[in-house]
């Protein structure tokens, strides 16, 4: 029998579904052609639900997520829903809960694809960023004093773990290691203010480099420097750890890079568990419904997941497919109107696949 795996999807709010269903068109499309099924369950979770019925992520359905192979998900965010409840209650809850203690972010310009870097092409912007997902500012770990007073104090703390620190480092050396481009792992921090925190990683940086990956080298930078050499140099860069604030600010600046967010896609991953792939664009509420959003990055999204299930040569043709629509099909992406449909879009990358 072919192989088969279980999929959960999770369209979402705003354009989450139309892109999602551009992704899965190309997911089945490739599925067919490299001899795997791909069995998909539908899950409703997030704004409109929680509208009608106030829940954001029952525990019954976390549980059933928990027994999948991995999680497609369009976008969250809705805007009749306060600023923090979907993101924290559905995005971030997943993430923790499913111990996702990774988020892969591929920085990549595709062939024909306008970046607003001058002078800079596909040769130079090919980097990956690995945001530590875990941990930080982003555990909630804080809380106010004398709230509503005008003493008021409000902390909000970045905390991690020697355990956190080294399971995210070991996931970036073995993937600066597999990547096998130059060889290369950046940490970008602020060794030079958060002496706490950066030292610890800084500290476990360099011995678990020393000790294990001899053959990749190591570098650092201050994370307000990576990003002026995210613009000014993008092509020293091969593979990028940082923590997971940190991480979340540079990658919408390595998204616009590549051309924006309707390209860039990434992954929260659990490499013992279940993973996650999106997106990392908003919901675009406001273009609900009429067809114009990119899906390019949804798609490539199902392209990181397929690989993450270990279905390499499947996600390449998925990129090969989108690499060819990028370079061949449509008109300087990333400047604007992309000139044809969300769906129209789809159907070109899945007839290349
Ligand atoms: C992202 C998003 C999320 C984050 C939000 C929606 C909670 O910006 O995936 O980068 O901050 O991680
Ligand atoms: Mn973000």
Redesign the pocket.
């Known amino acids: 029998m072919a192989k088969h795996y279980k999929i959960a999807v999770i369209p979402g709010d705003g354009t989450g579904p139309e892109v999602i269903r551009e992704g899965l068109k190309v997911l089945q499309a490739v599925s067919r052609k490299f001899g795997f099924a791909l069995e998909l369950t539908n899950y409703d979770v997030g704004g409109d639900r929680y509208l009608k019925t106030g829940e954001v992520l029952p525990d019954s359905v976390l549980a059933e997520l928990r027994q999948f192979d991995a999680i497609y998900l369009g976008a969250?965010g809705h805007p009749e829903v306060k600023p923090g409840i979907l993101?924290k209650g559905l995005?971030?809850k997943l993430r923790f809960e499913l111990d996702q203690y990774i988020n892969l972010r591929p920085v990549k310009l595709y062939p024909g694809v306008d970046s607003p870097l001058k002078n800079k092409g596909p040769s130079e912007i090919d980097y990956v960023v690995i945001r530590e997902n875990s941990g930080g500012l982003y555990t909630g770990v804080g809380g106010f004093s004398m709230k509503g007073t005008p003493q008021e104090v409000a902390m909000q703390e970045m905390v991690y773990s020697r355990f956190q620190v080294d399971r995210c480092l070991r996931y970036a050396f073995e993937y600066a290691r597999k990547r096998n481009k130059r060889k290369t792992l950046a940490l970008s921090g602020k060794t030079n203010v958060l002496t706490y925190v950066f030292d610890l990683w800084e500290r476990a940086f360099h011995e678990m480099g020393a000790r294990d990956y001899a053959d990749i080298k190591r570098e650092y930078y201050h994370v307000d420097a990576t990003c002026m050499w995210m613009i000014k140099n993008p092509e020293w860069f091969d593979v990028i750890v940082t923590e997971n604030m940190f991480g979340?600010i540079i990658?919408d600046l390595g998204a616009i890079t590549q051309g924006g967010m309707g390209i860039a896609a990434g992954g929260n991953i659990n490499p013992e568990g279940v993973s996650m792939f999106e997106p990392?664009g908003g919901s675009a509420p406001k273009y609900t419904g009429q067809n114009v959003i990119n899906p390019l990055a949804a798609i490539c999204a199902g392209a990181m997941l397929l690989d993450e299930l270990g279905e390499t040569q499947a996600a390449q043709a998925i990129e090969r497919a989108v690499m060819d629509v990028t370079a061949h099909k449509i008109k300087n992406l990333g400047a604007g109107k992309m000139g044809y449909s969300t769906s129209k879009v789809g159907d070109l990358v899945a007839e290349g696949v």
Do not use: G, K, R
Request: net charge negative; charged share 30%; glycine share 0%.
């Open positions: 969250v993101e995005l971030l979340d990658t990392i």
